[in-house]
């Protein structure tokens, strides 16, 4: 006689998680597995895991025809994830264990021929969706309970193994439980912006950039700061409220990046990928599944891109996309999966390829220098907001300059900043200066004429894009709240221009 079982496990899909319902039937044919609902590959082997995992906890396999379906049918379930739960709703059905606790239970974990329950990737996002899809209890692999802690409203349970799980169904063990996730650690200690040497103009264009979420460019020849002030913005911006946080923390543990040993993180991310990075490193990408890369990794955060000459003009373009939209989609043989990647974008180039300590000095051509930063196409730099030329660093200045302030009083302008922006735009969805559509600056906000003078007469000129124009309000609008005035003047949009304007490029 025949049986049918119904348990729940969750999918991974791109950074959600989406609840997958398994059904179980045995009997009414020759015996075989047949899994029914787009498994991939891995999947289509879990049916050999599963059975050595089942017989090797000491229960029965069912000699039978067993067809497992998961639902959404449309969905396509990549990974060894489900593992456990097919394990159950096998068992289940063929009445080799205990159905009530299964009820509004999850499963998730690979397993082992011998039984063990192994990690996977994306919990924490499947821990989310099930608690969204109103299931009561979720049992994680063991080494998954310090992320499964960061998710409350949940019962979840760690297990080390498939017998583990099915005593516990059966009444006759408990699993553990996390631990409360340990309170945050006070903010760690941030390099130092007082570190850099002079530099007065690159200083309050990384104030700049950090007070309104521009993208910034520095140029200059080596050892003039650009890495070590790109590295300082991160402790000028402010901390991740608990709903990006946990954004960040499901985008890193899909991509596996997520640290057992470490509470929730609210420090804005800092990714600096090196420039012989692939496509599928910067975007995100790989074989059959597709996993976050580096601009999603560096979601809320800043995304430095060093060396930039040196990278392919393809995956400098690749970027354009991103920064418009905040979000990846990658296209791929079972589906488009969507990573959000909406982080701010810090360029640093030498100004030619010989990059000596100083100009007079250089020894490339015009056309190996228009060559060199070619790669940095028209459209590209036209996103940039904030573009400053970096000049060399001298015993002299070094020794008479005073030095620069400290990131803590940095820090506070940037924030009163972020705090009146945030205000001002709070009505409308918008947080920062750099998020405002540029049609809202020129309509609902507009500045009287003799104040956008100078953005007009550019235009007209044919030396600035409307594009441009738009980014050099939003940055006026930035300098505006640093300097705690109401509404930008016509000096701050000059200043916004000549911070676009400053650089080789």
């Known amino acids: 006689m025949g049986g049918l079982a119904r348990v729940w496990s969750v999918a991974v899909d791109g950074v959600d998680g989406v609840p997958v319902e398994i059904e179980a039937a045995i009997g009414g044919g020759m015996p075989g597995v047949h899994l029914l609902g787009l498994p991939d590959a891995s ?7 599963v059975r050595s995992a089942v ?48 009820d509004g239970t999850a499963l998730l974990g690979e397993l082992a021929l011998d039984g063990r329950i192994r990690p996977v990737r994306g919990v924490l996002p499947c821990l989310l969706a099930a ?13 998954a309970l310090p992320e499964a802690a960061l998710v409350d409203g949940l019962e979840v349970y760690g297990a080390d193994s498939l017998s583990d799980v099915l005593a516990w169904l059966d009444g006759d063990l408990g699993l553990d439980r996390p631990e409360p996730a340990p309170a945050g650690p006070d903010r760690p200690e941030m390099p130092e912006l007082a570190d850099v040497v002079g530099q007065p103009d690159a200083r309050r264009a990384l104030e700049i950039a950090a007070a309104g979420g521009h993208h910034m460019l520095m ?20 901390e991740l409220n608990r709903t990006e946080a946990l954004q960040l923390a499901g985008i890193r543990s899909v991509a596996g990046r997520l640290g057992t040993d470490a509470p929730l993180s609210t420090l804005a991310p800092f990714v600096a990928p090196h420039h012989s990075a692939s496509a599928a490193a910067l975007l995100g990408g790989g074989s059959r ?20 000459p040196h990278w392919s003009a393809h995956l400098l373009d690749a970027l354009r996309t991103p920064l418009e939209e905040g979000e990846v989609r990658l296209a791929r043989a079972e589906g488009t999966v969507r990573y959000p990647a909406r982080f701010q974008l810090v360029l640093a180039a030498n100004p030619c390829p010989c990059a000596p300590a100083n100009d007079r000095d250089c020894i490339c051509p015009v056309s190996v220098r228009r060559r060199y930063f070619g790669r940095l196409s028209g459209p590209l730099l036209d996103r940039v907001d904030l573009r400053v030329k970096m000049h060399p660093v001298t015993v002299l200045g070094a020794g008479t300059d005073e030095p620069g302030e400290c990131t803590a009083v940095v820090r506070k302008r940037v924030l009163d900043a972020r705090d009146t922006a945030a205000q001002r735009w709070s009505g409308h969805g918008w947080r920062c200066n750099a998020d405002v559509p540029g049609t809202v600056l020129r309509t609902r906000f507009a500045l009287p004429p003799p104040v956008v003078e100078p953005l007009t007469s550019r235009m007209e000129a044919g030396e600035l894009s409307a594009r441009g124009a738009d980014r050099a309000l939003r940055v006026a609008w930035t300098l505006a709240d640093l300097a705690g005035a109401e509404r930008p003047d016509r000096t701050m949009v000059t200043e916004a221009l000549f911070y676009r304007e400053r650089s080789e490029t």
């Open 131 to 143: 608690r969204a899809a109103g299931l009561a209890r979720v049992v994680v692999p063991m080494a």
């Open 289 to 308: 599944i597709a996993r976050p890369g580096a601009v999603s990794l560096a979601h809320k955060g800043v995304l430095f891109v060093d060396e930039t």
């Open 219 to 238: 140029v200059g020849p080596p050892g003039t700061g650009k890495t070590m002030l790109a590295q300082r913005i991160v402790g000028l911006l402010p």
């Open 55 to 102: 017989v090797h906890s000491g229960r029965n396999w069912p000699n039978e025809r067993i067809i497992l379906a998961l639902s959404p049918a449309t969905l396509r379930k990549t990974g060894s994830g489900f593992d456990t739960a097919l394990a159950c709703a096998v068992l289940a059905a063929a009445g080799g264990v205990r159905r009530d606790r299964l």
């Open 43 to 49: 999947l289509q082997e879990s049916k050999d895991r």
